[in-house]
C-alpha cells in the first residue's frame, strides 16, 4: 500500500513539473511547435469582426464553434485561410498573415448580400442628380426649365417640387446651378425672356419663393463659394476679386480680398492663394490677415504662374489645394502629393486619411502620421498609396463603413472595393446607373442614391445595413496590430 502511493505521489509530481511550466509558457503566449522543428515558439492571434455578425468562420480545414466577432488565440506564425460564411451573403475568403505576440486585426469585414437591396424612391424618371453632401437632399432635374426641379429628402422619404407649375420662373432655361457641402441653399443661373437671373432658393424651405439675387452681383461669377460656418455669406469670386454677399439682409461687400487665384473657406476663416503664389487666412470680411506661406521661392515652385486652385482646410489643420490640371499639394511635406490627373478627392476626418482619384484608378493618402519635434532629419511625408489601377471612367469615390471600403463610380458601372484585407483589395461590381448621371453615397443612411440605368428613377441600394452593427472594436491586448501593408508609389 505504501509502495503504491509513492508511485501516484511521484507520478503526480512528474505531472506538475511537466504541466506547470507549460502551463505558464502558454499564459505567456507560447506554445510547443510539434514534427522536426519540435520547440517553444510565441503565438500569435486573429480578431474578426463582421457586419452582419453571427458569421460561421473556418480556419483552413477548421471550423470554430464561436460566431463572429471572434479571437482566434494561440496561433502558430505563418499565413492561414481564412472563410467567413453567412446565410445570404457572399463568403469573405482571404489570407491572414499571423506573426509572434501580435494580432492581426479585421474588424470591418462588410459581407455583401447575395442580393443587393433596392427600394424605388419615384415613379417619373429624371436626366440629372445631383446630391448635397451632409445633408439629406438631393436635386433631381427633370428637363432644362426650372420647372423640372425637384428635390428628394431621403431623410423624411419626401419628395418635393421646387418651382410650383404657375410660378413666373417654371419656364426659365436652367443654365447653372450651385450646390455646396453642408447647405440648403442652391444657387441658380437662369435665362428668362427679360433676361438672365440668378436665384436663391432654400431646399429644406421649396414653399418659401426664391430670392433673386441678380442685382447684387457686381460681375458676372467665376466661382461661387458658402462657408458652412457663417451660413449668410455667398462668395463671388471674379477677375482674381472676391466679393461678399449677405443673403439675409442683401448687403454686398465688393472686393473683400483681391489679387486672387485660389480659395476656400473653414471655422469663419478666408484661405486664399494670391496672384504671387502667397498662401493667407483672413476673417470673414477679409481682415486679420496672417501668412501661411510667405516664402516666394516655395511658393513658384509650387503654385507657378497661372491657374487657380480650390482650397479645402481641415481642423487638423491639414490644407489642400487642387489646381486646375488637377495637381494635388498640402501643407505638408512633400507639399505636391500628386502632380496632376486628380478628378476629385474626399478627408476621412477620424482617420486622417485623403481618399484620392484619377480616371483610371484610386489612391489613399495618409496624414495620420504626426509631426515630431526634433525627430528625423529628413520627415517622412503622407505615404501615397494606389490600391485600385484599373478604372475606365471613375468620376466620383466615396468612404464606406469608417474608411474600409470605397464605393466609386467608373463611367455607368457602381464598384465596391474592400480594403479590410491583407492582400490586394477586392472589387466587387454593386449595380449599373443611368450613363453620365452623378450617384451619391450616404453613411448616415449607408444607401446609394443613383438613377436606374433603364428607367431612369431614382432607386436606393443599402450598401452597408446600420442596423446590423455591433460596436464590437478589437479589445485592448498586450499584442501589436499587424499592420496592413499594400502596394505603394
Known amino acids: 500500500m505504501i509502495l503504491f502511493r509513492k508511485i501516484v ?14 502551463l ?29 455578425a453571427g458569421a460561421q468562420v473556418h480556419l483552413g480545414p477548421s471550423r470554430f464553434t464561436q460566431k463572429t466577432p471572434v479571437m482566434i488565440r494561440d496561433l502558430i506564425p505563418g499565413n492561414y485561410s481564412v472563410r467567413v460564411d453567412l446565410p445570404g451573403h457572399l463568403p469573405w475568403i482571404q489570407t491572414v498573415p499571423v506573426a509572434a505576440e501580435k494580432a492581426s486585426v479585421l474588424d470591418y469585414v462588410l459581407l455583401l448580400p447575395s442580393k443587393w437591396k433596392r427600394e424605388l424612391l419615384t415613379r417619373d424618371s429624371y436626366a440629372g442628380l445631383r446630391a448635397i453632401p451632409g445633408t439629406e ?11 423640372g426641379l425637384v428635390v428628394y429628402d431621403f431623410g ?93 439682409d442683401g448687403e454686398v461687400k465688393p472686393g473683400i480680398l483681391k489679387n486672387l487665384r485660389g480659395m476656400g473657406f473653414s471655422d469663419d476663416s478666408i484661405y486664399a492663394v494670391r496672384n504671387d503664389g502667397l498662401v493667407i487666412r483672413t476673417d470673414e470680411n477679409g481682415k486679420d490677415l496672417k501668412f501661411l506661406l ?11 504662374d497661372a491657374g487657380f486652385f480650390d482650397i479645402e482646410a481641415y481642423h487638423d489643420q491639414t490644407v489642400l489645394f487642387r489646381g ?114 452623378d450617384v451619391y453615397y450616404s453613411e448616415d443612411s449607408g444607401s ?12 436606393s441600394l443599402e450598401i452597408f445595413p446600420k442596423k446590423a452593427v455591433i460596436n464590437l472594436p478589437f479589445p485592448e491586448r498586450r499584442e501589436e496590430v499587424v499592420l496592413k501593408e499594400k502596394n505603394s508609389e
Open 9 to 22: 505521489f511521484y507520478i503526480f509530481l512528474l505531472l506538475y513539473l511537466v504541466t506547470c511550466p507549460l
Open 24 to 52: 505558464l509558457l502558454y499564459a505567456f503566449g507560447f506554445i510547443v511547435k510539434p514534427g522536426s522543428e519540435y520547440r517553444l515558439i510565441k503565438t500569435g492571434l486573429i480578431y474578426l469582426s463582421t457586419v452582419p
Open 137 to 147: 437632399m438631393i436635386l433631381l432635374q427633370r428637363t432644362d426649365k426650372l420647372g
Open 156 to 248: 423624411e422619404d419626401k419628395l418635393k417640387r421646387l418651382f410650383a407649375r404657375d410660378s413666373e420662373y417654371a419656364a426659365a432655361d436652367l443654365q447653372r446651378a450651385y450646390t455646396f457641402p453642408e447647405g440648403n441653399i442652391v444657387i441658380l443661373q437662369v435665362q428668362m425672356p427679360a433676361g438672365p437671373r440668378t436665384l436663391a432658393i432654400d431646399l429644406g424651405k421649396p414653399d418659401k419663393a426664391p430670392k433673386d439675387l441678380t442685382l447684387f452681383f457686381n460681375a458676372a461669377p467665376e466661382k461661387l463659394a458658402w462657408d458652412s460656418s457663417a451660413r449668410n455669406y455667398l462668395y463671388n469670386y471674379h477677375d482674381s476679386v472676391l466679393d461678399r454677399i449677405n443673403l439675409d
Open 294 to 304: 510667405d516664402d516666394p521661392v516655395l511658393a513658384q515652385s509650387l503654385f507657378g
Open 324 to 437: 486646375e490640371k488637377g495637381e494635388l499639394l498640402s501643407n505638408r511635406l512633400p507639399y505636391r502629393q500628386v502632380p496632376g490627373g486628380v478628378s476629385g478627392f474626399e478627408y476621412d476626418k477620424k482617420r486622417k486619411r485623403l481618399l484620392v482619384w484619377q480616371k483610371n484608378k484610386i489612391g489613399i493618402l495618409d496624414f495620420s502620421r504626426e509631426r515630431v519635434a526634433g525627430g528625423e532629419m529628413f520627415e517622412k511625408g503622407p505615404r501615397l498609396t494606389w490600391i485600385f489601377k484599373d478604372g475606365d471612367n471613375i468620376a466620383q469615390a466615396f468612404w464606406v463603413y469608417e474608411g474600409s471600403h470605397v464605393l466609386f463610380r467608373d463611367g455607368s458601372q457602381v464598384r465596391l472595393l474592400d480594403t479590410e484585407t491583407y492582400e490586394t483589395p477586392v472589387v466587387h461590381t454593386v449595380t449599373g446607373v443611368k450613363d453620365k448621371t
Open 448 to 459: 446609394l442614391y443613383y438613377l436606374d440605368k433603364d428607367s431612369a428613377q431614382l432607386v
